[in-house]
């Protein structure tokens, strides 16, 4: 996991992307809470995801002082924090990163997260402490998101490589414009985030391939190594060859989000020669 790639081999992207599976990666994820509120969160196992269709839900408590990086996952969650201490339930939402933020979370704080999918939206005015059994909050959360299933579909396309924000404008048959007047109008980020937020995500996950960069750059339709480079130290804070060399982040990368609901690691391997 992680290994440079060596000229020595003669294999092809897809065979050695055929190599890696979820299991290669020990999974740790942050996330950041507005109000002041930050901390660090273990891997969503399967006991701790939720099953309906735009919610994963999450635990955790932290054990000690924590500091952390966030990185962008092209989703926002509710979060509610308890402290044995005090028996106070607090409810946050939190926002879309844009780039990646140092968190902290003091000892003795238990969390209850609800991720929400991509471009879903939830308004936390419609949730009060006292008016709420955070047992039944998943289904409750389910029941009062803000969903578009287009929107949804849109953004699940342009995170395809070789998606534009023009062709799946013309497709939709609006403008360009029109069209990022509706993610405006929703309250979301304009189409070229979920893009190219997307495809970098989506590209970290070929990194333990044993393949040249300027390969996987290609493949992720980047104009070239340089231009992937960028992108990933904007939205990551890591150069590749950073990242390459740290499965924790790539791990943190692969947890569902935009580009990887399913929780599926997707390399888009099929076809490839």
Known sequence: MGMPYSKGGQRTFAAACAEVSCADFSAVASLWINGGYSFTLTVMTASTQASLPHVHRWTYTAGANEVSIVLPDGCVDLVVLSCDRTGREVFHTTDWDFAPRLVKLNAGTCLTGYRLRPGTTLDLAEFEPADHDVSNLEAEIEANTRHDQEVSEIIEALCLSGNSVRCLARQQGVSERTLQRRFKDLSLPS???????????????????????????????????????????????????????????????????????????????????
Do not use: K
């Open 191 to 273: 189409p070229a985030f979920w893009r190219q937020l997307g495809r970098a995500r989506r590209a970290v996950q070929a990194l333990p391939c044993r393949v040249p960069l300027a390969e996987i750059a290609a493949h992720y339709g980047y104009s070239d190594q340089a231009h992937m480079t960028r992108e990933f130290v904007r939205w990551f804070g890591w150069t590749p060859a950073q990242l390459r060399r740290n499965p924790a982040a790539i791990a943190d990368l692969a947890q569902p989000g935009l580009g990887n609901w399913s929780g599926e690691i997707s390399l888009e391997i099929a076809g490839l020669t």
